[in-house]
């Protein structure tokens, strides 16, 4: 059988052409959610190039939905193509950890001290403020570090008080006169890669 014929037989129509348009969908929809956080977070020689493989693949796959307008199983393959894209785009961002965040972290004076002590002595920069809160005297603490860290500090933080109130925001860019912990070997290429602008003093 040749090539001609099989694009006429029933496995092209309900198998092949389904299958190619959710996963042509699923690299669409994976690139454009990469492509608006990295440009969220101000990296914009990166995002163009996700931009321009992003609309090639919606082409192609919209083409092959016009030309088939008669088949409703390639409006379901488009669909699941495009809730699948936006998962994976996701999870790709949370496995790469890009860019810095800022933590905001309440609590109660008697923890503060070794709160402090634990996340120096990981290298992280803090600061420290006081304030009152609902139910008395209360100490702000900050820190900016890369993203990647998160999950480090936030065990620190619940270890020493598991009801701790903390705060994670996304920033675009930072000073260099900060101080920030040595990003481990394994993602030292990806951190400085996809890490945020920082400004010189």
């Keep these: 059988m040749d090539f001609t014929a099989f694009m006429n037989s029933w496995v092209w129509i309900w198998i092949v052409v389904p299958l190619l348009i959710s996963f042509s969908r699923i690299l669409d929809?994976?690139?454009?959610?990469?492509?608006?956080?990295?440009?969220?977070?101000?990296?914009?020689?990166?995002?163009?190039?996700?931009?321009?493989?992003?609309?090639?693949?919606w082409i192609i796959v919209v083409s092959q939905v016009m030309k088939n307008l008669s088949n409703p199983l390639y409006y379901?393959?488009?669909?699941?193509?495009?809730?699948?894209?936006?998962?994976?785009?996701?999870?790709?961002?949370?496995?790469?950890?890009?860019?810095?965040?800022?933590?905001?972290?309440?609590?109660?004076?008697?923890?503060?001290?070794?709160?402090?002590?634990?996340?120096?002595?990981?290298?992280?920069?803090?600061?420290r403020l006081k304030g009152e809160g609902a139910y008395g005297p209360v100490d702000f603490l900050f820190t900016i570090t890369d993203r990647i860290h998160i999950k480090n500090i936030t065990e620190i933080l619940r270890n020493i008080e598991p009801n701790i109130f903390y705060e994670i925001e996304d920033i675009r860019s930072v000073s260099d006169s900060g101080i920030f912990p040595k990003t481990a070997s394994n993602r030292k290429f990806l951190a400085q890669a996809f890490r945020p602008h920082r400004k010189g003093k």
């Design 29 to 57: 929809v994976s690139f454009g959610t990469i492509r608006v956080i990295f440009v969220s977070k101000g990296l914009k020689k990166l995002a163009p190039i996700l931009g321009f493989f992003e609309v090639l693949m």
């Design 76 to 127: 379901v393959a488009y669909a699941a193509g495009f809730a699948m894209g936006t998962f994976v785009g996701l999870t790709i961002d949370e496995k790469l950890s890009i860019g810095m965040v800022s933590i905001r972290i309440i609590t109660t004076n008697e923890k503060t001290d070794e709160i402090l002590t634990s996340l120096r002595l990981k290298n992280f920069g803090v600061t």
